[in-house]
């Protein structure tokens, strides 16, 4: 059993937990994730590490309400147990030698690219974050980001808060400017990230996305997080969950990762309520 030592409420449908876990701490890295079961007899699902803290002993997930796991792992607050934590798994994110990076980052997707912004900071590189979200009360982590960053432009769709647009605008902007990167990190929706590595592809600027698509098992034997990648003229399938999630942006079939994607949103979306209606919550 693993214990919450912090919950906080970021936004209406996004929860950070910081759970006891030790023998993950110890090891885990940016960029790698973890798989949960809130009880024993609960669906295996995949978090990303959005944290760590080796002396305490914890490491910290942040995840957004959209499906009965989900639900459920929200209802449980501090002191309380979850079944299962494993991990590290997946590989770290290579920050090593980089001077100067680009993160974006989309939505929930920033609590994935955050601590790849610390760690590159820890090295001394320079850091310029984008992070975009659809509107203001739907932010997360901005002041995590400032400490981290040489720079940082928030984006809104709406233009609640910051500037106004998707994060391919400032992100544009900077490139078109003369401003160049050793990398371009880009972490959040399919969609977000198909239009970041386009608009970084002119300018032959290496390009990281992480694909976070469905996980079961987390070992490579499932297959259910299978990609398609186009190298060397060849389409190689390979598996988020052991060979990434970190991938060659250049190389990924984003229109085939999104269409699997939505294979299972209307099966998520019946789960969410029949389990809302056993809590007795509504739905919304």
Known sequence: MYKILRKEILNPTVTLMEIEAPYVAAKAEPGQFII?????DGERIPLTVAGYDRARGSVTVIFQIVGATTFKLGQKNEGEYISDFVGPLGKKTK???LKKVCIVGGGVGCAIAL?????????GAEVVSVIGFRNKDLLILENEFKAASDKL????DDGSYGEKGNVCIPLTRMLEAGERFDEVIAIGPIIMMKFVTEAVKPYSIPCTVSMNPIMIDGTGMCGGCRLTLNRDGQRVT????VDGPDFNAYEVDFDEAMSRASMYKDFERHAYEDTCNLFGKEVN
Not at 153 to 156: D, K, S
């Open 115 to 123: 601590p790849i912004a610390q760690k590159l900071s820890e090295l």
């Open 238 to 241: 390979e598996f988020a969950c």
């Open 95 to 97: 920050v090593e030698g």
């Open 153 to 156: 432009v928030v984006m809104t």
């Open 36 to 40: 949960l079961r809130v009880d024993e």
